[in-house]
């Protein structure tokens, strides 16, 4: 029976099973929760006491998880993939500067939700991917990267190189290949025009940050990991947490219309727990690391083994969250870990949380009738099993 268990418990298994992993979390979860799978000798960590503790230990280096699939040779200078006094900085130059952008573009979100919403009332329809959580995402990174929102279909164009750029790095090859030569040397070109036309972007602050970014290489790895993370997580999160919130509208509307602006916080706190945008994060053990004593089971980790850190595995942990699968918009405490944990934890969580709650706020006031799934159009689902997600979700407005 163990033998058949664990010809189950695989990493392969997880990732065809992407649409509904948590039956098989669940599993390795009351099985080991880290758990070695040996087909593709590396750990997979799917509780969330190990996984907090992994991410907080400096045994444990984020500069080799570049290499968990074959990627761009740029992807290693991001920092992400950066470890010790050089990650910090260039950590604290994104802190900084979101820190400026948080207060000085929420109205401008804001305005553009509401124009994307009122285009979706005159049609009578919207598609919550494609209408409303893609265009706001793209929108605010490209405003805080300083790349201009006025050429949309410039704009579209370097979303879909950066969409083939996440595919691959995440070991989906899909698109063509050609679309990353493309996605650097359009920020080659912004660069260039950044370094005499500076603004109060992040880009800019990026070309003043001397001794950081210490090549225009590493200089465009961080444009397009900003880029494409900082519009992964709102476009995910947004495009299949409103479809969840339309299940609940009778809970959360009258909820709403009393306190919207904290029920708003709550909301996109408990979204980011239970959609979790981020599936998984990983780690590589610098040295023997040996953490049974800490979690039961046998845990000798040897240096150099990979460790794959489920987010959203662990942000449905029977153990820290009372009745995980329960989506509760009011769910107090909600100390869940989408954004990751430690001296890695996301830069850029302030201005994410602040652009879903303008959404989610936004589009609670505006639509105050409860969307219907089209009858005619079904949800499309992301093909690319590492990142999840509606790539289509048609709803018709009344």
Not at 119 to 147: M, N, R, W
Not at 193 to 205: E, F, I, P, Q, V
Not at 279 to 291: F, G, I, K, M, T
């Amino acid at each position: 029976m163990q033998n058949q268990q664990n010809k189950l418990l695989q990493f392969s298994q997880i990732r065809r099973q992407y649409k509904q992993p948590h039956n098989l979390y669940d599993m390795l979860r009351s099985q080991d929760q880290i758990f070695f799978d040996r087909s593709i000798q590396s750990w997979l960590v799917t509780a969330y006491g190990p996984s907090v503790a992994i991410l907080d230990d400096s045994r444990f280096s984020a500069e080799l998880g570049a290499n968990a699939v074959a990627t761009p040779p740029s992807v290693s200078k991001q920092i992400l993939f950066l470890d010790g006094e050089l990650h910090q900085q260039a950590q604290d130059v994104i802190l900084h500067q979101l820190a400026y952008l948080v207060r000085d573009i929420p109205n401008k979100i804001r305005d553009f939700a509401h124009i994307t919403l009122s285009q979706a009332h005159q049609k009578g329809e919207i598609d919550i991917v494609k209408d409303f959580a893609s265009p706001i995402s793209l929108f605010s990174i490209s405003h805080v990267l300083g790349i201009s929102t006025t050429r949309m279909e410039e704009l579209h164009e370097i979303e879909r190189w950066s969409d083939t750029f996440s595919d691959i790095t995440s070991g989906y090859f899909g698109g063509d290949k050609a679309d990353i030569q493309r996605l650097e040397d359009y920020f080659r070109r912004l660069i260039a025009y950044k370094r005499y036309n500076r603004g109060n972007d992040l880009l800019s602050a990026f070309l003043q940050a001397e001794g950081v970014y210490q090549t225009e290489d590493d200089l465009i790895a961080n444009c397009i990991m900003v880029f494409a993370a900082g519009r992964a997580t709102t476009k995910k999160l947004l495009g299949n947490g409103i479809p969840l919130l339309v299940e609940h509208w009778s809970t959360i509307q009258p909820l709403f219309q009393k306190q919207p602006r904290s029920l708003v916080k709550q909301v996109s706190e408990e979204l980011l727990r239970y959609i979790t945008p981020t599936r998984y994060l990983v780690r590589q053990a610098r040295e023997d690391v040996d953490l049974s004593g800490q979690f039961p089971g046998a845990h000798h980790i040897k240096q150099g083994e990979k460790i794959f850190l489920f987010l959203e595995a662990a942000n449905r942990d029977g153990g820290h969250f009372p009745q995980p699968d329960q989506f509760q918009p009011q769910r107090r405490p909600n100390k869940h870990i989408a954004f990751g944990y430690g001296t890695h934890q996301c830069p850029g969580a302030t201005l994410a949380r602040m652009e879903i709650q303008i959404a989610l706020e936004t589009f609670l006031t505006m639509i105050s009738l409860r969307p219907e799934m089209s009858e005619t159009m079904p949800p499309i689902w992301n093909p690319n099993p590492n990142l999840g997600g509606y790539s289509s979700c048609p709803f018709r407005l009344r």
